[in-house]
């Protein structure tokens, strides 16, 4: 449910622009580090359908036409993608859905999204406690209120005004491809309607994804003859930085086109569209912008920053880790943990996903759309199960920085079942709890919540009496519980001991 607050000035330590996943994501990271941010965003409430619905890639059948007897064949079923995570295939929860998670959130933590509110404008001031200040309009009454705040975050999309405001362009040479995206339910006899399908055709192509309750997502390309027909494009609006393009009194239209598309691509098989729940216009362009940092104190993230086509199903994705790589040290710097020129880091380790994301994508979206590459299923499913350590993030490797020190040495680096490397996160093990015996993942035991959790994985140690030296150097002045820790009378102090609590749903609730 929406709820609209207009309020008088405000004074924050995070303004978060834009409540989609990146701007939820953000604010969840910080209300779970204590940390005193507003978000707004300029929506009535969440979204209601479209958007984002994949989180990963999985099982894909491709279908192709039989020159020879105007058949429609599956040529190829795609290997399943299946990732060394906890949670391991596709997840299609629509985007709407994951909003509505993120609001509960915020809601139960005794936070709220403001809305419906507009950025206007921001600035640099002398105020030495909130040196931006922020212009926002809220648009049921057309009041403006200003908000302090010490830092400022653009997760506003891909016209993002907190970029427009920092003056920096979002421009590109790669050519234009306008595609329709709707999601319906369609009454077919195709046998694989009920499986992710590339079905490519000289009639056209199209990707089909189940998205249950008999509602299908679909993707297809227009032609310059459709585009011509709806009007042809819009120059102004081509050079906008939005990649959706609502076209006003069109949605007939498109409908219409889609309409023959189905039937056309997947003949001889017959398909019918009962019902339109959502459908929208869109470009594919690759766009990143040279920095996501002001250098100071204003960042953007997510569409804000780059944009790509939905075929490698990253965009969510991406903009989330975007958001929780930043607010995690934007936290600490604030709680004064770190020092602020770590945020720099930020820039250069999401700078550098995206510019990888951009490659990944242009290669997918090249891979499906062209008409050389029809007999080539098998290209397209390996290009996709080669790059699911990216696709699912736990194979992506930061470079050199002040956190991460390639050139270290790890002596038990040799011994691990898993190599250890720096800038790259471990997988998260199935581990044997000492103090209870329970039988736990330890992402479970390790919340995101503002501390650092030291974990010991002592073996056998404990009959061996092998843990004293490293017991002894934590009680010594060098160790980390020493050197990083907080006085006693910060409640946000690094080092604490925690409850367990076993994860057995028998034992819920048991200390």
Known sequence: MATFVFPEDVAVDVLIVGAGPAGYMAAATLARYGVDFRVIDQRAET?????????????????????????????HIGRECIHPTRYQWIMGVPQRET???????????????????RLLHFSYTDDPDYPIHALVKHLFTNVTS???????????????????????????????DFWVVADLELETNFPDHRRRCHVRTPAGAMMMIPCGGGVHRIYTQLSPAELASLGGVDRQSAKSDSNLMALEGKDVELLNILKIRVKSVLRPYTSEVKRLQWISQYRIRQRIIDSFYDGARVFVMGDACHTHSPKAAQGLNISMMDAYNLTWKLALVLQGKLQPQILETYNSERLQIAKELIGFDRKIANLYIKKEFLDKNA??????????????????????????????????????LEPLTPGKRLLAPTVTRHVDGSIVNILDEMPSNGRFHLFIFAGNAFSQRRLAPCADYLRSSSSILHRYSSPATDKNQEWAIEDIRSTNPKNRGRT
């Open 99 to 117: 909003e509505k998670a993120f609001d509960r959130d915020l809601n139960a933590r005794g936070h709220h999204v403001d809305r419906p509110t």
């Open 379 to 416: 290209e397209l499913t390996n290009a996709y199960y080669e790059a699911h350590g990216f696709t699912s993030g736990v194979g992506l490797q930061y470079s050199p920085s002040p956190l991460v020190k390639h050139d270290m040495i790890i002596p038990i680096a040799g011994k691990s």
């Open 47 to 75: 979204i209601q359908g479209g958007q984002a619905s994949g989180n990963h890639v999985s099982e894909a059948a491709f279908w192709t036409a039989n020159a020879a007897n105007d058949n429609l064949e599956r040529t």
């Open 146 to 176: 200003e908000y302090r705040c010490k830092y400022l975050i653009g997760a506003d999309g891909a016209g993002s005004a907190t970029r427009r405001l920092l003056g920096i362009s979002f421009d590109s040479n790669d050519p234009e």
